[in-house]
């Protein structure tokens, strides 16, 4: 099951963050996302009463109208990885991304695995970022024309503490 992060459920998120990744700087990057007010949504997913999969969407400083979201970050408790989980917890975070009326998204992330779900490169062409130029950084339109003229892009100020 897929739902919306509570907060309750941010000591399951810190951990599943922590062991996907090896590390602690996502689940700093997240704590410190929702400190500022950045996050847009987070969503979790469940399995037989536990949490295991864990995204978070937050929003982008544009300087053209239209709501830009960025996905970052995204784990899966390694023992549920490869069995779609992943791909489950993004097309259901494009899909909430459209419901909050967001026009764009955009990733920095693995090139063969986020063009499956619609994301490009070349769709992010236009975009200036910290990002630009890397064939990992790519984006989704979700409004028709949304990335159709150059932007440039801000993300939000924990992206760069967190490097
Ligand atoms: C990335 C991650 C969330 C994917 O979750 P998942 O539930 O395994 O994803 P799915 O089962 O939907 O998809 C698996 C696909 O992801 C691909 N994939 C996973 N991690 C990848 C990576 N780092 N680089 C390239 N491809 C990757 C696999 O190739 C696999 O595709 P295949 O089955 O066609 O070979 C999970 O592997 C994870 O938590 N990794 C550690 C944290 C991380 O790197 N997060 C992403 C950056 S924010």
């Known amino acids: 099951m897929i739902r919306h992060a509570r907060t309750a459920d941010h000591p399951a998120i810190r ?3 922590e062991t996907a990744f090896g590390k602690d700087d996502e689940a700093r990057l997240i704590e410190a996302l929702r400190a500022n007010g950045d996050v847009m949504f ?3 997913a469940e399995a ?3 949490l295991v999969g864990h995204i978070l969407f937050s929003r982008l400083w544009a300087d053209r109208t239209g709501l830009i979201a960025a996905l970052a970050p995204m784990a899966v408790w390694p023992g549920h990885q490869r069995r779609g989980l992943g791909g489950r917890l993004i097309e259901t975070g494009i899909d909430t991304c459209r419901d909050f009326g967001a026009h764009a998204i955009v990733v920095l992330g ?3 695995y986020y063009p499956r779900f619609g994301f490009s490169a070349e ?3 236009l975009i200036s970022s ?3 130029g890397s064939p990992a950084f790519m984006a989704m339109e979700l409004e028709r024309g949304a ?3 150059p932007m440039s892009v801000a993300y ?3 992206f760069s503490a967190a490097g």
């Open 110 to 112: 693995h090139p063969d």
């Open 156 to 158: 939000p100020d924990p």
């Open 130 to 132: 910290p990002y630009s």
């Open 123 to 125: 769709a992010a062409r």
């Open 48 to 50: 037989e009463g536990a």
């Open 15 to 17: 951990e599943i963050n």
């Open 42 to 44: 987070e969503l979790v």
């Open 147 to 149: 990335l159709a003229d």
